[in-house]
C-alpha cells in the first residue's frame, strides 16, 4: 500500500512537471528542403511538425540549372518568413539505366538544405 502511494506520487509529481514545460510550435525548429535531379525531378520540404509538401517543378531548358533556380526563390521565400540555412550538403548517385544498359548509367543529385527559425 505505501509503495503504491509513493508510485501514484513519483508518476504525479513527473506529469506536472511536464504540463509546465514549453512546448516548441510549429514556427521554430528546424526544416529540412531537398532537391532530388534525375528521372523526375522534386522539390520536397520537411516541416518541423514532420509535415512532407512536394512543390512542382518547370523545366524551361535543359540542363539542371532552372531546378537550382527554383530552389533558391523557395530559400529567399523561406528567408522572407524568418527561416535561415545552416548547412547545404550535395550528394550524387549513380544508378544503372535499367531500360536501357548499354548506355551510360543515370546520375541523381541530391541537394538538402538544413533550415532554421528560432
Avoid at 55 to 82: C, F, M, V, W
Wanted: charged share 20%.
Amino acid at each position: 500500500m505505501k509503495k503504491s502511494i509513493l508510485y501514484l506520487l513519483a508518476l504525479l509529481a513527473i506529469c506536472s512537471s511536464l504540463a509546465f514545460h514549453p512546448k516548441p510550435t510549429s514556427e521554430e525548429g528546424y526544416m529540412l528542403l531537398m532537391l532530388h535531379t534525375g528521372g523526375r525531378p522534386t522539390l520536397v520540404s520537411i516541416s518541423p511538425t514532420g509535415e512532407q509538401h512536394e512543390y512542382p517543378l518547370i523545366k524551361k531548358t535543359k540542363g539542371s540549372h532552372d531546378y537550382h533556380a527554383q530552389i533558391i526563390l523557395k530559400i529567399n521565400e523561406l528567408r522572407q518568413q524568418g527561416w535561415t540555412v545552416v548547412q547545404m550538403q550535395t550528394t550524387e548517385s549513380v544508378v544503372p539505366d535499367l531500360q536501357h544498359p548499354l548506355l551510360r548509367p543515370d546520375k541523381l543529385n541530391t541537394l538538402t538544405f538544413l533550415l532554421e527559425k528560432r
